[in-house]
């Protein structure tokens, strides 16, 4: 099944506004060109990085961690790990994927560390925390609040697996890289996180009213 | 939609989507990210300059632990004890056990072992070091002004270089032997004329007398000549005979008739005198060096000319007043004296050469002359200065004797 879903345009492919899809040549160049320019040290240069990969970064940390109060702390330690180790990136042309696993990597430590705390029920401050309250109808917003508590039940390794999988909609092989591991590694963590994610959905009073109208928890 | 996994996870990316983005300030990540790359830097310099004064430092302990384990092992492989430099105290050496001591100059003294001798006395720049018997090495750290001695027997050594050992043994047939590994050594004494320069790599030797020179007014063996002179590289060179090339022992003169120091060099004192007579005795105590009157007073001792011995050992002394040499004079002046202009010529000895290598013999000698003047008081003082510092030395029986007396 799964092997079938890594061919298919099953994951949910989320916007990427701001990164216009240049060919595949001019990405390398401009990827190239950039590299260089952080190993300079040139300020022009920084300065573009950091506005193309703001946004990127931060999104991927939102996608992996939920909302979170110190977004903006995570996204900083992102920058100051890729600008520290530019001189240890061999393939220029892998910057995207690159500052993509440092992101992925920042929220793995966040979510380890919480993974740990979760067996004392402390939140980081010890204080369980309290969703944003968004828009929309109240059993929408019920079962995001839900998915959002199982998700930080799961092991941090399979739930960002799920995730980059499922919501960040990077292929398998994207996704392996970005985590550091081997595709196939990649494969048996997604394929345990779906289960494990489905196994504690069916626990969910709510997810299951919000998914049993439509009878899929059966 | 039939995946109930991909329906949850859509659930959750609308929710996200939905929360407000808090629109990271480019300027403001910018700037932290900035800031924090500078504060790490400076941290990681102050690092790696703490872990080199840290591996510097590590590195030198261990340069100085191996040098001094070097040391310590180098020479006989016995166990060493390093320690601080006890002055004024004796130490001595079982077998297998060397000691090694430590001066605040950084000079440092190993005592081999089954060897005993003393640290006299340490100044800021030197020091003396009385060898009773056995062997030392002395590693000398030089600074301006810096002057160690060891003393052995009617010897001195000088330290002029940095690192030699000095051997001595009475009762051997070859009593004296220095060795030199850096540097170079002033050996002084009766078997020399004069001074004898030691240089690295050499070794010097001096043997007893086999026979007692006629005339001689002392009851001790006295070495008399250079006995061997092994050189490894080069001979080592007598500043007074290279200073006046004609007088070199066993060198072909030009004239018929060979110097009196090579005579007196030689052992042929009387010849030595006569020679020295017939030339002008009064030149030589006008013109000639303080090792010359030395050399001259010698000869004449041993030839039984001792009218010649105290008149050069005169001429020393006024003429080199204050000089080693003139304090060697006075020492032998009371030995060829009695009774109190004795003891004045020890005190003499004594007063000028307080850490001399005669030191020792002359606060003896000097409690015998009091007693043969009758001064008993002035005897008891000098017994009991004799057994502060020398409670083992050769006078120590009749010092304690005067003491109860």
């Given amino acids: 099944m799964l092997a079938a879903r890594t061919t298919t345009p099953a994951p949910l492919r989320l916007a990427t506004a701001g990164f216009p899809e240049p060919s595949a040549d001019d990405a390398v160049h401009a990827a190239t060109a950039m590299v260089e320019g952080l190993r300079r040290s040139d300020p022009a240069v920084t300065r573009r990085f950091f506005e193309m990969y703001a946004g990127r970064v931060e999104r991927t940390l939102r996608r992996l961690l939920g909302p979170a109060e110190d977004m903006e702390d995570l996204v900083h330690d992102v920058f100051v790990d890729a600008l520290e180790a530019i001189d240890k990136l061999r393939e220029p042309a892998a910057l995207p994927g690159w500052v993509t696993g440092i992101a992925v990597i920042t929220a793995k430590r966040r979510l380890q560390k919480q993974y740990r705390r979760r067996w004392l029920s402390l939140s980081p401050t010890g204080v369980l925390p309290e969703l944003p309250s968004t828009p929309g109808d109240v059993e929408a917003r019920a079962a995001f609040s839900s998915i959002h508590q199982i998700l930080n039940l799961m092991r941090p390794e399979d739930k960002i697996a799920v995730l980059l999988y499922r919501v960040d909609g990077l292929t398998v092989d994207d996704a392996a890289a970005a985590m550091g591991i081997s595709s196939s590694t990649f494969k048996r963590r997604l394929r345990r996180g779906e289960r494990h994610l489905l196994k504690l959905a069916k626990r969910s009073t709510t997810l299951r009213i919000w998914l049993g109208e439509e009878g899929r928890l059966s | ?405």
């Fill in chain 2, 1 to 405: 939609m039939t995946d109930p996994v991909a329906r949850l996870l859509e659930t959750y990316k609308d929710g996200l989507e939905a929360q407000p983005e808090e629109g990271t300030s480019i300027n403001r990540l910018e700037q932290r990210v900035r800031s924090t790359l500078r504060e790490r830097a400076v941290a990681r310099k102050r690092t790696v300059t703490r872990l080199q004064l840290g591996l510097a430092a590590a590195a030198c302990f261990a340069v100085v632990g191996s040098a001094i384990a070097y040391r310590a092992g180098s020479s006989s492989g016995v166990a060493t004890n390093a320690q601080s430099v006890p002055a004024g105290d004796w130490l001595a050496t079982a077998r297998g056990i060397a000691e090694e001591r430590h001066f605040a100059d950084g000079s440092s003294v190993r005592l081999e072992d089954e060897s005993s001798a003393r640290v006299q006395f340490v100044e800021a720049k030197g020091g003396l070091v009385h060898l009773d018997h056995g062997a030392v090495r002395l590693k000398v750290h030089h600074v301006d002004g810096s002057t160690w001695r060891v003393a052995a027997g009617p010897y001195e050594v000088e330290a002029i270089g940095t690192e030699f050992t000095v051997d001595w043994g009475p009762s051997r047939e070859k009593p004296l032997r220095v060795s030199v590994t850096e540097g170079t050594v002033a050996v002084r004494g009766p078997a020399f004329r004069g001074t004898r320069f030691v240089s690295a790599n050499q070794v010097v030797e001096v043997a007893a007398a086999v026979t007692e020179p006629p005339s001689a007014p002392s009851a001790e063996p006295q070495p008399v000549a250079v006995d061997s002179l092994q050189p490894e590289t080069a001979e080592p060179m007598d500043l007074d005979e290279a200073a006046s090339p004609s007088s070199t022992p066993g060198v072909q003169r030009p004239r018929s008739e060979p110097s009196w120091r090579a005579l007196e060099a030689s052992g042929k004192y009387a010849e030595a005198v006569k020679v020295a007579q017939r030339r002008g005795l009064s030149s030589v105590y006008q013109s000639g060096t303080a090792d010359d009157l030395l050399a001259l007073s010698r000869a004449s001792r041993f030839a039984g000319r001792m009218d010649v011995a105290r008149d050069a050992l005169m001429a020393c002394r006024a003429r080199f007043a204050g000089s080693p040499q003139a304090a060697m004079s006075a020492f032998l002046l009371g030995r060829s004296a009695s009774g109190r202009a004795a003891a004045e010529w020890f005190s003499s000895y004594l007063r000028e050469q307080p850490g001399g290598a005669l030191a020792r013999e002359a606060l003896g000698r000097l409690i015998e002359a009091y007693q043969a003047a009758g001064d008993r008081v002035s005897a008891r003082s000098a017994a009991e200065r004799y057994l502060k510092s020398y409670p083992d030395g050769p006078h120590a029986t009749l010092a304690r004797e005067a003491l109860h007396r």
